[in-house]
């Protein structure tokens, strides 16, 4: 015999339609770039402002090379130029500027061993120096900053942020949040944006994010003139490196059989772009 707690039964459905709304009305935005409803609880200015904190910390934690007497600083500022310069212009062909709207690109490469780089919203980019051995050439770095920058641009972040803090913080908004638990709030910044190591922990990103922020970084790198083949090649070495120690990079990005099946899906269009500018 089955026995219905009906309480219980109204109490988790009475929760359960409290948050479908709550999220429903506050949270749920549609994003310009990829069509895809996100869930999205914190504001862009104000993350951005939490981002350009956080830049300013790492950067003065960190050993920043300077690009007139580094080659990898000076490598990682003209990759960044030049995508920045395809990302606004792909942006204000289609009317969707506004996407970049707070964006003040800063592009830094630290001094340190680790395979990784990332993007923090508002164009905050961090290249490690121990990347470039894995990319070997610009194009392929192009692609990794064109990808982290997809992330950041598709709102990526944010919308991990936002599911933590229904978890974590059961939807407090950011700055109720910051005011309250600012360290806490701090500590799921870094972990939601993909910066996590120092806090202990980092969540990778879920495949469908992956699967945009490499078809974007691909239409990006494509249109700041980077042949965007060079991405297979370049997700095989990274599969291939670490030496039995999984790179920071690929713990948060692993590359597989099916990123690669995707990238040659995607390698038409990104062609398109590619051979238009070439
Ligand atoms: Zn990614």
Same mark, same amino acid.
């Given at each position: 015999?089955?026995?219905?707690?009906?309480?219980?039964?109204?109490?988790?459905?009475?929760?359960?339609?409290? &948050?479908?709304?709550?999220?429903? &009305?506050?949270?749920?935005?549609?994003?310009?770039?990829?069509?895809?409803? =996100?869930?999205?609880?914190? !504001?862009?200015?104000?993350?951005?402002?939490?981002?350009?904190?956080?830049?300013?910390?790492?950067?003065?934690?960190? !050993?920043?090379?300077?690009?007139?007497?580094? %080659?990898?600083?000076?490598?990682?500022?003209?990759?960044?130029?030049?995508?920045?310069?395809?990302?606004?212009?792909?942006?204000?062909? %289609?009317?969707?500027?506004?996407?970049?709207?707070?964006?003040?690109?800063?592009?830094?490469?630290?001094?340190? !061993?680790?395979?990784?780089?990332?993007?923090?919203?508002?164009?905050?980019?961090?290249?490690?120096?121990?990347?470039?051995?894995?990319?070997?050439?610009?194009?392929? &770095?192009?692609?990794?900053?064109?990808?982290?920058?997809?992330?950041?641009?598709?709102?990526?972040?944010?919308?991990?942020?936002?599911?933590? *803090?229904? =978890?974590?913080?059961?939807?407090?908004?950011?700055?109720?949040?910051?005011?309250? !638990?600012?360290?806490?709030?701090?500590?799921?910044?870094?972990?939601?944006?993909?910066?996590?190591?120092?806090?202990?922990?980092?969540?990778?990103?879920?495949? =469908?994010?992956?699967?945009?922020?490499?078809?974007?970084?691909?239409?990006?790198?494509?249109?700041?003139?980077?042949?965007?083949?060079?991405?297979?090649?370049?997700?095989?070495? *990274?599969?291939?490196?670490?030496?039995?120690?999984?790179?920071?990079?690929?713990?948060?990005?692993?590359?597989?059989?099916?990123?690669?099946?995707?990238?040659? =899906?995607?390698?038409?269009?990104?062609?398109?772009?590619?051979?238009?500018?070439?």
């Amino acid at each position: 015999m089955i026995i219905i707690n009906y309480t219980k039964l109204i109490e988790m459905k009475r929760i359960i339609f409290f &948050l479908f709304i709550a999220l429903v &009305l506050t949270g749920c935005a549609l994003n310009l770039l990829t069509g895809r409803k =996100q869930l999205n609880l914190v !504001k862009e200015s104000e993350v951005q402002l939490m981002a350009t904190d956080q830049y300013r910390a790492f950067l003065s934690e960190n !050993k920043v090379l300077n690009s007139g007497s580094s %080659r990898d600083a000076a490598i990682v500022d003209r990759v960044g130029a030049r995508i920045s310069k395809a990302i606004t212009k792909y942006f204000e062909t %289609r009317g969707e500027s506004s996407l970049l709207e707070g964006y003040k690109w800063e592009f830094n490469t630290i001094d340190s !061993k680790e395979i990784n780089a990332w993007c923090m919203p508002g164009g905050k980019v961090v290249v490690y120096s121990g990347l470039l051995p894995v990319t070997q050439n610009e194009a392929a &770095l192009a692609i990794v900053m064109g990808h982290e920058i997809a992330h950041s641009v598709a709102r990526h972040g944010n919308e991990r942020m936002s599911q933590a *803090m229904v =978890q974590q913080l059961g939807g407090m908004a950011l700055e109720v949040a910051l005011a309250q !638990k600012p360290q806490e709030t701090r500590d799921l910044f870094m972990t939601t944006y993909g910066i996590g190591s120092e806090v202990g922990a980092i969540l990778p990103w879920s495949r =469908q994010q992956e699967t945009e922020a490499d078809q974007y970084g691909l239409i990006f790198s494509a249109i700041a003139g980077y042949d965007p083949r060079e991405a297979i090649p370049f997700w095989q070495r *990274m599969a291939a490196s670490g030496g039995g120690k999984t790179p920071e990079f690929l713990s948060t990005h692993p590359s597989d059989a099916t990123r690669l099946r995707k990238l040659e =899906q995607f390698m038409p269009q990104a062609m398109k772009y590619y051979n238009a500018v070439k």
